[in-house]
T-cell receptor
Framework: AQSVAQPEDQVNVAEGNPLTVKCTYS??????LFWYVQYPNRGLQFLLK??????LVKGSYGFEAEFNKSQTSFHLKKPSALVSDSALYFC?????????????FGTGTQLKVEL | NAGVMQNPRHLVRRRGQEARLRCSPM?????VYWYRQLPEEGLKFMVY????????ESGMPKERFSAEFPKEGPSILRIQQVVRGDSAAYFC?????????????FGQGTRLTVV
């Protein structure tokens, strides 16, 4: 069975500072990894994904994530946070074989960016 | 190209009633996924459907829940004899294929409240 862990319920960062939202995963074989963002009372919006190739993935709104196979991590990063980045962030994994877009999500990390 | 459309956005049902949640996938998308988000939790996979077929229903409760995606019309998630524990946000996602090279697009969700 696959699983995703987001160890921090909330991350606080000052605007302009770099941010990191942590994610580790457990899956047999090589995974597909995703980050989604959810604003209040909205659906999930896709940010980025890792399929194969370069371990550093660049996505929407200046976000990027680094796939680290040895640490089974896929942390989300942004060099300079904005107040508008404040939202709920979900890491997700899907199996390579037959999983389609059947995603297993972490419990989410609330990001709060303050002035 | 409209996004994934879910209706209603909010649904209130009394215990014992039936709830019908609708999802119209993006144009050209024939794969639909339903997820449930309980308060303070991440999204949990429920069911994966293609037109007229249930591909994976491993996340569906064994009783009272059913889903369909007919040849014509939206996908329907039906909950019979609702109980308070069914109160949650139900999200639908669609994709044009089953491969994770194409990410799933999420609707804004239906928030079901059982009173």
């Amino acid at each position: 069975a696959q699983s995703v862990a987001q160890p921090e319920d909330q991350v606080n960062v000052a605007e302009g500072n770099p941010l990191t939202v942590k994610c580790t995963y457990s899956v047999s074989g090589n995974p597909y990894l995703f980050w989604y963002v959810q604003y209040p009372n909205r659906g999930l919006q896709f940010l980025l994904k890792y399929i194969t190739g370069d371990n550093l993935v660049k996505g929407s709104y200046g976000f990027e994530a680094e796939f680290n196979k040895s640490q089974t991590s896929f942390h989300l990063k942004k060099p300079s946070a904005l107040v508008s980045d404040s939202a709920l962030y979900f890491c997700a994994v899907s199996p390579r074989e037959g999983g389609g877009n059947k995603l297993t999500f972490g419990t989410g990390t609330q990001l709060k960016v303050e002035l | 190209n409209a996004g994934v459309m879910q209706n209603p956005r909010h649904l209130v049902r009394r215990r014992g009633q039936e709830a019908r949640l609708r999802c119209s996938p993006m144009k050209g998308h024939s794969h639909v996924y339903w997820y449930r988000q309980l308060p303070e939790e991440g999204l949990k996979f429920m069911v994966y459907l293609q037109k007229e077929n249930i591909i994976d229903e491993s996340g569906m409760p064994k009783e009272r829940f059913s889903a369909e995606f007919p040849k014509e019309g939206p996908s329907i998630l039906r909950i019979q004899q609702v109980v308070r524990g069914d109160s949650a946000a139900y999200f639908c996602a669609s994709s044009p294929s089953s491969g994770p090279n194409t990410e799933a697009f999420f609707g804004q969700g239906t928030r079901l409240t059982v009173v």
